[in-house]
């Protein structure tokens, strides 16, 4: 075994919990991932037991104030004045269940969120007191509670919802008048509010404060008037508000792009990456019959923990677009696949050594870009691919725009200056030298190759939407969005990540990587797979870097694997 | 196996006695259609008829049965559906289909946030298990007495949402129930709701 795998002992605490001795470690990472003591929640989550909690979430500060999580725990006793800690008669260390000081015969609860463990504590997770405090929790939650689930976006991933099945009653005791509150306010360009809704957990308030760094939210009003509000006439407006969606316990904060557009339990969820910059964000992409609905993020700690930006939330339209490219277009017309791949293969056959060229999409998977580059290689082509930048912000948007220009660059397509080739591909079709462009999923017409240029080549276009350069096509053949399709991306620390397929692609649209892989064959007889993850298992062993970490389909997982840039 | 046949005695055997009980019995029938309820209307004048002229005659049917699935209005006329769609997700044949509204959609009812931008029933695929009934929170859709669903073509039978309203009407089973218990505007569950809510909004 190597020296790193060796894990330094881990301080234990161990505990009682429903009556059963358990061990967890002593310190637990907190919200910004330094240790503190393990509480008594993360000690029952450790051990496989759920407490109830509404504002807690463990990657924001502890507040303790929606008193859900409340248990019943005992108390190890303090040592005496002898310096012994009481015992039992059969000489093992006596607890005592905590209660009320002014009615010893009252359980009292502690908020396993925010109390640490101490060595030798019993916690009644499941106790009949424990029942009773929550049962109490959930009704006092739900006075004010409108109840309106028919209408609520929420109900389905509801923890009110799901709370008040387990731990609720039927009917309230509760005889007096609802407050109602402000229903569907504006708290920014993608966030509606129901005040009514809301448990005032602050998980929204904490969120933006102290992961964001924009503290636009805060609770306004008394008592059961309290609601949750921006400064008079300011917006919650950063590129991160849809986060405060997902946290919210209940229905309260809504997303615009999402409200009312369809119940959550018809969406069916596919493990999936955002594309939208080269940060590669988990995400889980909803969609019902073929539609897309929504992106969720997807916890993975070494990429985007629980978060992702708005910008890259919303950017998933473009993928349901009406014009989108769907028919094949060749010399002779609408032809079939197999008619058309053999054409091409034909024509990429009987071309003269460097008379190719290819300009891919750093937007393209891995796998797409090996194959392009095998072919380049077998063709002796020139390859680059198109530059994407925008600007940074402190949390997950990185400069880079392009979803993959790491494994664009591993796999060899392009060097560390992206777009450096453009110029000369376009000098040399200029000089006649390239007769064939082929082009996937950019449009080259803005980055220097016009269409007089274009005119002059037998030109091979992938694409996924209509633009200049697809137009001109000799051959068009429609693609799919990473949606349709399965594959790996490359992040920009070096991160593989697979994504899988959500929806079917419109028309005759096929994965690129089928296509190539049936053009590859074809031109250079690279043959010994027939799936995406014989593909990724033949490309992990031909590229170096994915080599070195040893890269599996199998291997990668949900989460991904890195390697080495 | 051996079956053993019963001894017939002889006026059994005369078959006589049978056939004058079966006589019986068919007069006893024909002398009782005043007691059916199936002709209750065709007895008030005494009329001998008793041949019904279906279709312009229907059948009554009899409490509870379960018809053609409709949507219902409130008493003041509006649409009770809140696009809330578990009758499409319960409904065993797939027969309906909702359309949720969106975050711009129309309501025609103050107060209200939600309501179905479109909603279809399939006649063809609705199996009349009463599902949609049962699941519904707000009342709006029942399983009423409509037993002749006929059309052209298909498409004729996919109902829409205007064309379920129009045939489902008022809701006057929940009104007369609430007319009943001392409550004469009938339900007004979200009224009650709003005006609550208004009164309240100065709360500061």
Request: proline share 6%; aromatic share 8%.
């Amino acid at each position: 075994m190597a020296a790193k795998d060796i894990k330094p002992a881990v301080e234990t605490v161990t505990v009682k919990v429903d009556g059963r001795p358990v061990e967890v470690p002593r310190m637990t990472p907190n919200w910004e991932g330094k240790p503190e003591p393990t509480t008594v929640l993360q000690a029952c989550k450790q051990v496989g037991i759920e407490i109830p909690h509404y504002c807690y979430h463990p990657k924001l500060p502890v507040s303790g104030n929606c008193r859900m999580c409340l248990v019943h725990v005992a108390m190890p006793g303090r040592p005496g004045p002898d310096g012994k800690a009481p015992m039992n008669d059969d000489g093992s260390p006596k607890v005592f269940p905590m209660q009320l000081p002014y009615e010893p015969q009252t359980p009292r609860g502690v908020i396993g969120c925010a109390t640490p463990l101490v060595p030798g504590m019993e916690i009644y997770a499941s106790s009949p007191e424990t029942k009773e405090m929550r049962e109490a929790i959930m009704e006092s939650l739900l006075i004010n509670h409108p109840l309106d689930c028919s209408i609520c976006d929420q109900a389905g991933e509801c923890k009110l919802q799901e709370y008040s099945y387990d731990h609720g009653q039927a009917k309230s005791e509760f005889e007096e008048f609802k407050v109602h509150k402000p229903k569907a306010v504006n708290l920014g360009p993608r966030i509606t509010l129901d005040a009514e809704r809301c448990i005032l957990c602050t998980r929204c308030i904490r969120f933006t404060k102290d992961i964001v760094g924009d503290d636009a939210l805060g609770i306004v009003n008394r008592g059961s008037y309290n609601t949750i509000s921006t400064y008079p006439g300011e917006s919650f407006n950063n590129n991160y508000t849809l986060n405060t969606v997902d946290i919210c316990p209940v229905g309260a904060l809504t997303s615009n792009d999402f409200r009312f557009q369809m119940r959550v339990w018809f969406l069916k969820e596919t493990k999936s990456i955002c594309t939208d910059c080269g940060s590669g964000c988990n995400v889980l992409i909803g969609s019902r019959e073929n539609k897309m609905y929504r992106y969720e993020p997807r916890q993975n700690d070494a990429v985007n923990g629980h978060w992702m930006c708005d910008s890259g939330r919303l950017n998933y339209k473009w993928i349901g677009r009406e014009d989108r490219l769907n028919t094949i277009k060749s010399p002779k017309g609408a032809i079939p696949w197999p008619m058309v791949l053999k054409e091409i293969s034909e024509h990429l056959g009987s071309v003269e050594r460097g008379s190719v060229a290819i300009v891919a999409s750093a937007r393209q998977t891995n796998e797409e870009l090996y194959l392009l580059n095998h072919l380049a290689k077998h063709l002796g082509a020139t390859t680059d691919s198109v530059p994407r930048r925008g600007k940074a912000d402190h949390l997950m948007i990185v400069e880079d725009r392009n979803t993959n220009t790491t494994g664009a660059q591993l796999t060899g397509i392009t060097t560390k200056r992206v777009g450096s080739k453009l110029s000369s591909i376009a000098k040399s079709i200029r000089d006649g030298k390239v007769k064939t462009l082929i082009v996937f999923g950019e449009d080259v017409t803005k980055y220097g190759i016009d269409s007089n240029l274009l005119n002059n080549v037998t030109l091979i276009v992938s694409d996924i939407l209509p633009n200049e350069t697809t137009k001109l096509a000799d051959y068009l053949l429609p693609g799919c969005a990473h949606a349709e399709k399965r594959g790996t991306f490359t992040n920009v620390k070096g991160r593989v990540q697979k994504f899988m397929k959500a929806l079917e692609p419109p028309g005759d649209a096929l994965p690129e990587w089928e296509v190539l892989h049936e053009l590859v064959h074809n031109v250079t007889g690279l043959d010994g797979f027939k799936s995406i993850e014989g593909l990724f298992n033949h490309m992990a062993g031909e590229v170096k870097s994915f080599k070195e970490a040893e890269l599996t389909w199998a291997g990668l997982g949900d989460l991904g694997a890195d390697v080495k840039l | 196996m051996k079956v053993k046949r019963a001894k017939l005695s002889w006026l059994e055997r005369l078959y006589i006695p049978s056939i004058l009980n079966g006589f019986k019995v068919t007069m006893r029938h024909f002398f009782s259609w005043k007691r059916s309820e199936v002709y209750a209307d065709k007895q008030s004048n005494f009329a001998a008829k008793t041949t019904m002229q279906y279709p312009e005659e229907k059948w009554p049917v009899p409490t509870g049965y379960r018809g053609a699935p409709y949507l219902v209005k409130d008493v003041d006329n509006s649409t009770k559906c809140v696009s809330c769609q578990l009758c499409e997700f319960v409904c065993p044949p797939k027969a309906i289909r909702i359309t949720p509204p969106g975050r711009d959609g129309d309501v025609d009812r103050e107060g209200a946030e939600k309501m179905p931008e479109a909603f279809d029933i399939n006649m063809l695929r609705c199996i009349y298990c009463g599902f949609c009934q049962e699941v519904c929170p707000e009342e709006a859709i029942f399983l009423l007495k409509d037993y002749v669903i006929t059309g052209e073509n298909r498409e004729e039978l996919i109902y829409d949402k205007e064309k379920l309203l129009s045939l489902g009407g008022l809701d006057q089973r929940a009104y007369n129930h609430h007319v009943q218990e001392g409550v004469d505007e009938g339900i007004k569950k979200w009224e009650k709701k709003t005006q609550d809510a208004k009164n309240q909004a100065e709360f500061h």
